[in-house]
């Protein structure tokens, strides 16, 4: 998902995809690369889906490890031929995923002076309010962020942050019950997610815990979406792209707008269901799973009569991994798909290219770290700490 950074640099480029006029291709944003694929009809067209299967998950929690196998059997057709599904019946309270979303329209209602206070510069880790300004001067959506912080008391169910750990999410003064909502709904969603991670493992073949290490302590992150009325002759307020974490879980409202790529070249609608997640795979899963798994290309539009809004939940690997294909998904003798990534590293560099004029990104330039010491735990560490790091 483009997210903080992509306010001119990256917001440009890929509206600059959007624009082409090659009728053929379809344009879109990978790994930071712009990619295409042909637009296939006739008898050129390939086999591949024309709606989002739906999977009931009431049963993901059974003390029956078959019943938790036959979920994972269809997770795993979903993933190889689509990337997305609708989870149905999911474990989390619904009362938490409504108040979660009527709590996030509260939140952009907040006067412009009041969000800008919470502005992601104002973050090490880069999370808060931002606006987005898109190349045409149209502000099609907006995004609120907050994410893996163990100063937070709340996610002390994971682990708890040594003693003078900067805190990185940030709270709106003027929506005091927000941290309590939003927190309510986040501990839930947070324990769906680490189940569905295991099914996901179930999906691939292994054992259910084999990739609980991977998330031990897992790049987790809120990025809640509001898009206002669209004129309807704009482009879509999120471009077309494909996740570069683990996997996501939205918790969207009954207006719509979210779209998936066939292999044909050919946007599928998703639209709402109500208290269903809408779950796809993204390019860590897809290295994971040597490639089984692919990452789906994706966009979102606004609405021409009435705002959105969503609750995307991302789960991505803890940072402190190495991403790599799963040594049991590789036969022997053959090559992995991908090349071994440092989860940590990529992340550090993919926020400091994404936002160059981040204050605290700035003051990492000026002190001259060395590459190999650019890691993400720095957005955590108080800049005296670094400075004293790289004498």
């Given at each position: 998902?483009?997210?903080?950074?992509?306010?001119?640099s990256?917001?440009?480029?890929?509206?600059?995809?959007?624009?082409?006029?090659?009728?053929?291709?379809?344009?879109?944003?990978?790994?930071?690369?712009?990619?295409?694929?042909?637009?296939?009809?006739?008898?050129?067209?390939?086999?591949?889906?024309?709606?989002?299967?739906?999977?009931?998950?009431?049963d993901?929690?059974?003390?029956?490890?078959?019943?938790?196998?036959?979920?994972?059997?269809?997770?795993?057709?979903?993933?190889?031929?689509?990337g997305?599904?609708?989870?149905?019946?999911?474990?989390?309270?619904?009362?938490?995923?409504?108040?979660?979303?009527?709590?996030?329209?509260?939140?952009?209602?907040?006067?412009?002076?009041?969000?800008?206070?919470?502005?992601?510069?104002?973050?090490?880790?880069?999370?808060?309010?931002?606006?987005?300004?898109?190349?045409?001067?149209?502000?099609?959506?907006?995004?609120?962020?907050?994410?893996?912080?163990?100063?937070?008391?709340?996610?002390?169910?994971?682990?708890?942050?040594?003693?003078g750990?900067?805190?990185?999410?940030?709270?709106?003064?003027a929506?005091?019950?927000?941290?309590?909502?939003?927190?309510?709904y986040?501990?839930?969603?947070?324990?769906?997610?680490?189940?569905?991670?295991?099914?996901?493992?179930?999906?691939?073949g292994?054992?259910?815990?084999?990739?609980?290490?991977?998330?031990?302590?897992?790049?987790?992150?809120?990025?809640?979406?509001?898009?206002?009325?669209?004129?309807?002759?704009?482009?879509?307020?999120?471009?077309?792209?494909?996740?570069?974490?683990?996997?996501?879980?939205?918790?969207?409202?009954?207006?719509?707008?979210?779209?998936?790529l066939?292999?044909?070249?050919?946007?599928?609608?998703?639209?709402?269901k109500?208290?269903?997640?809408?779950?796809?795979?993204g390019?860590?899963?897809?290295?994971?799973?040597?490639?089984?798994?692919?990452?789906?290309?994706?966009?979102?539009?606004?609405?021409?009569?009435?705002?959105?809004?969503?609750?995307?939940?991302?789960?991505?690997?803890?940072?402190?991994?190495?991403?790599?294909?799963?040594?049991?998904?590789?036969?022997?003798?053959?090559?992995?798909?991908?090349?071994?990534?440092?989860?940590?590293?990529?992340?550090?560099?993919?926020?400091?290219?994404?936002?160059?004029?981040?204050?605290?990104?700035?003051?990492?330039?000026?002190?001259?770290?060395?590459?190999?010491?650019?890691?993400?735990?720095?957005?955590?560490?108080?800049?005296?700490?670094?400075?004293?790091?790289?004498?």
């Open positions: 998902m483009a997210t903080t950074a992509t306010l001119t990256v917001a440009t480029i890929l509206t600059d995809i959007q624009d082409r006029t090659d009728t053929t291709r379809v344009y879109y944003g990978s790994g930071g690369y712009r990619m295409s694929r042909p637009v296939l009809t006739g008898s050129n067209a390939k086999k591949t889906f024309d709606s989002i299967p739906t999977i009931d998950v009431a993901i929690y059974s003390s029956d490890i078959e019943v938790r196998r036959a979920i994972a059997k269809e997770v795993a057709k979903a993933c190889e031929e689509v997305f599904f609708y989870a149905v019946n999911p474990p989390v309270s619904y009362e938490k995923m409504d108040a979660g979303l009527e709590i996030v329209k509260a939140l952009f209602r907040l006067p412009s002076e009041e969000l800008l206070k919470l502005h992601v510069d104002n973050s090490q880790g880069v999370k808060g309010y931002l606006p987005f300004k898109f190349q045409d001067g149209s502000n099609r959506r907006a995004s609120y962020s907050l994410g893996r912080d163990y100063t937070n008391p709340e996610q002390h169910f994971v682990t708890v942050a040594p003693p750990t900067v805190s990185v999410n940030q709270w709106p003064k929506l005091p019950e927000f941290r309590k909502v939003i927190y309510e986040y501990q839930d969603v947070f324990q769906f997610a680490r189940k569905m991670l295991q099914i996901f493992a179930l999906a691939l292994l054992e259910e815990t084999d990739l609980d290490e991977t998330f031990r302590y897992p790049l987790n992150d809120i990025t809640m979406q509001y898009y206002p009325i669209q004129d309807p002759n704009e482009q879509s307020s999120i471009s077309p792209h494909a996740d570069y974490g683990g996997f996501t879980l939205l918790y969207q409202d009954q207006v719509g707008g979210l779209e998936v066939n292999a044909n070249g050919i946007w599928v609608p998703a639209p709402p109500q208290h269903a997640y809408v779950v796809n795979t390019s860590y899963m897809e290295v994971l799973s040597n490639g089984r798994f692919p990452a789906t290309v994706h966009r979102a539009f606004g609405n021409t009569s009435c705002e959105r809004f969503s609750l995307p939940f991302f789960f991505n690997p803890d940072p402190n991994s190495i991403i790599a294909p799963h040594p049991k998904l590789v036969a022997e003798g053959d090559r992995p798909a991908f090349e071994p990534q440092n989860v940590s590293r990529r992340q550090i560099k993919g926020l400091m290219t994404n936002r160059p004029d981040h204050p605290f990104f700035k003051k990492l330039r000026e002190i001259g770290l060395k590459d190999e010491d650019l890691t993400f735990n720095l957005v955590s560490k108080p800049i005296e700490e670094i400075v004293a790091m790289s004498s």
